[in-house]
């Protein structure tokens, strides 16, 4: 039984070089990577494309799916250290759908934060990005404060 608040799962890796599209990719596999195995079995979703065994009574026990409630805000966020600027990306995930649709819009979100940065240089601290209605925002939002 859902009590309507959204559960929130965050992850701020810090990127110390510029922003690159390869250092972005890099750094968003682990990102990905460790929320699909969060969350995967909640969803369903195996990567190796069998099913998990059952889980352990340790695992059960934790952050198993009969513990993870939906909806589920998700908002990893990067770190651009050289421009000194917070770059997050906001998803609403609600369904399995919403969870797939994260998952390739969210590297997509900071390769444009990328880009915006590069085209308009370093105007605010945060830049922040949003899945809506299955798409990404084609501009950020930027702000003296976090939005999230």
């Not at 682990?30 to 969803?43: D, E, N, T």
């Not at 399995?96 to 105007?123: C, M, N, S, Y």
């Not at 605010?124 to 999230?148: E, Q, S």
Request: proline letters at 9%; aromatic letters at 8%; charged letters at 25%.
């Amino acid at each position: 039984m859902s009590s309507g608040r959204p559960t929130s799962c965050s992850s701020s890796p810090s990127s110390k070089e510029p922003a690159t599209t390869a250092a972005i990719e890099v750094i968003l596999a682990g990102i990905l990577h460790a929320a699909l195995k969060r969350f995967g079995r909640v969803f369903g979703d195996h990567q190796d494309g069998k099913k998990p065994d059952k889980p352990r009574p340790d695992e059960q026990k934790s952050d198993g799916p009969e513990n993870i409630q939906l909806p589920i805000k998700f908002f990893p966020t990067l770190w651009f250290a050289h421009e000194e600027v917070l770059v997050t990306v906001i998803a609403d995930i609600e369904t399995h759908a919403d969870f797939k649709i994260a998952e390739l819009l969210v590297p997509e979100g900071f390769r444009r934060a990328a880009q915006w940065i590069d085209r308009h240089g370093v105007t605010h601290p945060y830049l922040t990005y949003h899945i809506r209605n299955g798409m990404l925002d084609n501009k950020p939002t930027p702000t003296d404060r976090p939005l999230a």
